[in-house]
């Protein structure tokens, strides 16, 4: 990044810096406050020349990845802030032009000065210190507070040799992200203490490189299942945020990623099926690649093609990453698809999250976007993912291991 570019962030930053500052000083008078609150800004601009005069790759990935999240979350806050000192000034303003056209305009001279509205300043430092606090918690408490929620799939017919079948759900590693491997090791055994009898995957394995995922190999690998692992791809496993010299890297990148999969014993299912029988029935687990309703996405999943074969398996279970894929097109298509099983969304890794009442803003571009979904007997389970991107951290919707038990309806 060019000086000159450098001067635009740094002259937002300082504006929201100034402006918030006039809700700090309306509320205390105490200069040690004014002092840290301007030797944290400080900091945020020198962060932000360090990124001109250094490699910042060669950051430690932990300061790196908190240092940046530290500073977006408080100025959040301080754009939060900002939004209630313009009311006050909007106010302000009301007030001055009653005052003027009165004919008795505001001024120090005739003691009718208007001031800023100290209730308005503690209200909006009181209700933007909420999310906050909770953010920093997030960061701080829950990005691997791993959380088992067990669901209860009732299958129209489902033969008896499927009766009580448990699966595991995972999805939205993004090991690109990880910062420490002790937490995970306490994941790999919590799934495998369910002792189920499949563990599924539902893509976003890293963040852009397939290279992420090497030094965690030996940690997922350890993950087991009676019948075996499962996997599919989503929109961060393809290098598509990533620029490519040479198309062939690409390429590369990509069978790498397949032969992660192929190490931890993982089976990638790429727009194909495979066949479980006991007892003569059949259950067939289809997995897509990444297949988006949203056209921001690239399209490489091809259900037709994951489908054909499998005609007369007795149940079907769709592994497909973005949810927005069952409405578009499973559902009219494929009518015989019991159960899909996705992730992509993370829960936006913040909301609200209460039995009898769930928010997130990510539920403004996705119809499904956490937890059962059912139209009439066929469901869609949207997980929230194990891992996280960006936000180092987690406020109400904690990272999950869905275990499934299939009962008939």
Not at 105 to 124: K, V
Not at 239 to 264: C, E, I, L, V
Not at 318 to 328: G, I, K, N, T
Request: charged share 20%; glycine share 8%; aromatic share 16%.
């Amino acid at each position: 990044m060019s000086p000159l570019r450098l001067l635009i962030p740094i002259a937002l930053l300082l504006f929201i810096d100034i402006y918030a500052f006039q809700a700090l000083k309306t509320v205390t008078a105490k200069k040690w406050f004014y002092f840290l609150y301007w030797g944290f800004a400080l900091s945020a601009y020198i962060a932000i020349i360090m990124t001109l005069l250094t490699n910042v790759r060669e950051w430690p990935a932990y300061f790196r990845l908190y240092l940046s999240a530290t500073f977006m979350i408080f100025y959040v806050a301080k754009f939060l802030l900002c939004v209630f000192l313009l009311i006050d000034d909007i106010i302000r303003a009301g007030r001055y032009l009653a005052y003027w056209f009165s004919g008795n305009p505001a001024s120090s001279g005739t003691g009718q000065g208007i001031g800023r509205l100290t209730f308005i300043s503690q209200l909006g430092m009181l209700l933007t210190s909420i999310p906050l606090a909770a953010m920093l918690h997030g960061m701080a408490r829950n990005a691997y507070n791993y959380q088992v929620k067990k669901v209860a799939l009732k299958i129209p017919d489902l033969p008896a040799a499927f009766e009580g079948l448990t699966i595991a759900q995972i999805s939205d590693i993004h090991s690109g992200s990880f910062v420490t491997k002790r937490p995970l090791y306490k994941a790999v055994n919590l799934i495998n203490s369910l002792k189920t009898d499949l563990v599924f995957f539902t893509g976003d394995l890293v963040n852009n490189l397939a290279s992420e995922a090497q030094d965690y190999v030996p940690i997922f690998g350890q993950i087991k299942a009676k019948l075996g692992v499962f996997s599919v791809t989503g929109n961060h496993d393809y290098g598509d945020y990533s620029h490519w010299p040479d198309p062939q890297d690409k390429t590369k990148n990509f069978d790498a990623f397949k032969d992660t999969h192929k190490r931890m014993g993982w089976q990638l299912l790429l727009n194909e099926h495979r066949v479980i029988e006991k007892d003569g029935e059949k259950l067939a687990i289809i997995g897509v690649e990444n297949w988006s309703a949203n056209p921001r996405f690239r399209r490489y999943g091809d259900l037709s093609k994951a489908y054909d074969g499998c005609e007369d398996c007795k149940v079907k279970l769709l592994l497909s990453h973005d949810p927005s894929h069952w409405r578009a097109e499973v559902l009219n298509k494929y009518p015989d698809i019991n159960a899909a099983f996705a992730g992509h969304t993370h829960g936006f890794q913040f909301g609200i999250n209460f039995s009898f009442f769930k928010w997130s803003p990510i539920k403004y571009a996705y119809k499904e976007w956490i937890g059962l979904y059912q139209e009439q007997q066929r469901y869609l389970y949207v997980n929230p993912g194990f891992g996280y991107v960006g936000y180092p951290g987690r406020v109400g919707f904690l990272p999950e291991i869905t275990l499934f038990t299939l009962t008939k309806a």
